[in-house]
């Protein structure tokens, strides 16, 4: 049975886990509904008390939509930080907080960070599989958007091929990621520092042009410009990692004209030989680490508040599940009346639970239904806050997750909604008849 | 809208038959729940096709009498006997079976469902008969609409009905079953004048011309005067029966 089970591909595993759960509350429909056909005299009664069903529709989807958009919202926050780390196979610095060199490396947060020397860099760019190392330098800024330095084999690395335009040739052209707030044929001399704190003169004199944009990348290099580290050494009156008189852009650079790196973007030929570069790289002196793996240590670290958040979201489904419960049992008593009639006029017991049943489906049905749209555009709107404001793209829709959790929601209630149906059935119709 | 137009329609019953079952009421005591005797009567009967107008002041018993003769109520003690089934020794489902092949009821305020068009309200029954019945039942409520004056209205919900036209729904309602036994509580109490004459005139020919046997609790004269005989009720017991 495992067997058969894990040969099955993971969407229909989720799909029958949805129908697992969604059983127990379809069997009680169909037990309840076999034979008869409430649905007109449901239609009606829901219309009698539209007001009231819509608000009790909205307390479901509005619960339905926040459990399923914290669930959506981590999952496409989790994957969005993945995403826009994939392209950072390796990372070399000196020695230090991994989780700091990260977040400047990759997400590009302005930090101290000790550097890497000349010859450090060197023996890294020289190393046997090494397909290429890109140093980065920092410290620039245009329009807050960060200026970095880096080589043109980097640039090509994590975007592909450029959007527009071309790489950049010389110390004064630029590459615009894709969002950037230049774009190909700008020119613009950088501030030095970032945010409020750039110093938007220190510079003066010193422009560039950009010759290229991006494809975007999911990442927050779309809204940096990418220039050649040599011009950022140069411009901030360092050597520009060639000898004098050498005015190439990019590796190799002279250990003895190179003024160290904050970090170093390592890609091996072969995937295999990260490892061996990481294994290599690890020392006093330098660490090593993929960006993935610490990556993954924080999402463990996130796992408990995500722990947290699902508790919360399920406890939210609980409270809202009782107080369904509660409010079907005061529906009931607004529409005592009319079942009241139904059964003096005779209508079998069965019948007169079947319409309560189903009218109390139609209300958790809509509003679960209301909730998945509700929470999945919840969502979103957090999602492209979260991307504008970390720029790191992070997209939210629905997943197996949700889809569990509203299958779930409305499995069980759909189960507790057969009291209130039993209630209805006890009481007096006499007394209802006279209200 | 035509009054007192109403006849039987196609599939119903056209003339009195053994059908209509025989009343008897017997030994027969509803006490409230503090003990209270609510309604007492030695012995009560009607024959088949028989129409009743039961009268009284309020609170004598009329319509606690109404609720024991459709089952609603069951009694402390006594018998109640339609064509030879005893309605107080069964069940509550075998009560609510009874109503709705046996008993058709007409309430004082109607009580129709608003969202409902006139014929899903007349047709009513056909949403708890079983799925073989549906469309005769359908059919038939239908055909008591037209003859009741309301049958190009039927797609119109009743909330845009007059009380006298919400009346008539409510009797299609009643006999789309056809049923053999009327019981009808204040059918004319809600209605003016007019509509109350012409809805109780529609009520005595359908009870006649059908054959059924009709039970009217009304405070209405013309209504009472309608029907062939009448039982006067005070203090939950009978004081007058004009077939005695």
């Known amino acids: 049975m495992r067997e058969i089970w894990a040969g099955l591909s993971p ?95 990759v997400y590009l947060q302005p930090s101290d960070m000790a550097l890497l020397t000349g010859a450090q860099y060197d023996e890294i760019a020289t190393a046997e599989g090494v397909a290429f190392a890109a140093p980065i330098a920092f410290g620039d800024s245009v329009d ?33 990621g894709a969002f950037a707030p230049v774009g190909p044929g700008d020119s613009f001399t950088p501030a030095h520092g970032h945010g409020a704190a750039a ?8 422009s560039y042009t950009v010759t290229g944009r991006m494809a975007p990348t999911g990442s927050p290099w779309d809204r940096a410009v990418l220039v050649p580290a040599e011009s950022v050494w140069s411009v901030h009156g360092l050597a520009n990692g060639h000898a004098p008189g050498d005015d190439r852009i990019g590796p190799p650079y002279d250990p003895v004209y190179m003024p160290g790196t904050p970090a170093v973007l390592v890609r091996a030929t072969e995937l295999w030989g990260n490892y061996a570069l990481k294994s290599r790289f690890t020392r006093s002196d330098m660490m090593a680490f993929f960006p993935g793996t610490v990556l993954a240590q924080l999402h463990g670290l996130m796992g408990e508040v995500r722990a947290a958040m699902s508790a919360l979201a399920t406890l939210t489904q609980v409270l809202v599940t009782l107080s369904v419960l509660i409010g079907l049992v005061i529906l009931v008593r607004l529409i005592a009346r009319s079942l009241a009639v139904l059964r003096a006029l005779g209508a079998p017991v069965r019948f007169v639970f079947a319409v309560v049943w189903s009218y109390s489906a139609a209300l958790i049905l809509t509003g679960a239904a209301a909730g998945l749209v509700l929470g999945l555009g919840a969502a979103r709107a957090l999602a492209a806050l979260i991307t504008v404001r970390t720029d790191v793209l992070v997209t939210a829709r629905l997943g197996w997750s949700e889809l569990h959790l509203v299958a779930g929601f409305v499995s069980l209630t759909l189960i507790l909604a057969l009291l209130p149906a039993w209630a209805a059935i006890r009481r007096p119709v006499l007394a209802d008849l006279r209200n | 809208m035509p009054p007192s137009a109403a006849s039987e329609p196609a599939g119903s019953r056209t003339a009195p038959g053994p059908a209509a079952p025989d009343l008897l009421v017997e030994a027969l005591q509803v006490r409230d729940g503090g003990g209270r005797v609510l309604l007492a009567i030695d012995r009560l009967t009607l024959r088949a096709g028989q129409s009743l107008a039961v009268q009284g002041p309020s609170g004598a018993g009329k319509s606690t009498l109404l609720h024991v003769l459709s089952g609603l109520i069951r009694p402390a003690t006594g018998r109640v006997v339609w064509g030879g089934t005893d309605i107080a020794a069964l069940s509550e489902p075998a009560r609510a079976a009874f109503r709705r092949n046996r008993l058709g009821l007409i309430f004082q305020d109607y009580n129709l469902f608003e969202e409902l068009p006139a014929l899903g309200n007349a047709a009513l029954a056909a949403a708890f008969a079983p799925a073989r019945d549906r469309a005769a039942l359908r059919d038939r409520a239908a055909g008591w609409l037209d003859r009741l004056g309301l049958g190009a209205a039927g797609g119109r919900t009743v909330a845009s009905f007059s009380g006298g036209e919400r009346q008539r729904i409510a009797v299609a309602r009643a006999l789309a079953a056809d049923p053999p036994v009327i019981l009808a509580d204040e059918p004319t109490a809600s209605l003016d004048r007019a509509a109350a004459d012409a809805l109780g005139a529609d009520l005595a020919r359908l009870a006649r011309d059908g054959g059924r046997t009709l039970v009217a609790v009304t405070h209405d004269p013309a209504l009472a005067g309608l029907l062939q005989r009448r039982l006067a009720i005070a203090d939950g017991r009978v004081v007058e029966d004009s077939d005695a």
């Open chain 1, 199 to 206: 110093e938007g003169e220190a510079h003066a004199g010193f």
């Open chain 1, 144 to 176: 807050g958007a960060p200026v970095v330095g880096t080589t043109p084999d980097f640039v090509t690395h994590l975007a592909g091929d450029l959007a527009e335009g071309s790489i950049f040739a010389t110390e004064a052209e630029a590459v615009a």
């Open chain 1, 11 to 105: 969407d229909l595993q989720d799909a029958l886990i949805a129908l697992a759960l969604l059983a127990p509350g379809l069997a009680a429909g169909a037990l309840v509904l076999r034979g008869l056909a409430p649905f007109g005299l449901v239609r009606a009664m829901l219309r009698r008390f539209a007001w009231v069903n819509l608000l009790f529709v909205l307390l479901i989807a509005v619960s339905v939509g926040l459990g399923v958009g914290l669930v959506a919202q981590e999952r496409g926050l989790r994957q969005g930080s993945a995403r826009a780390a994939e392209g950072f196979d390796l990372i070399v610095a000196a020695p230090g907080s991994e989780v700091t060199v990260m977040l400047a490396a």
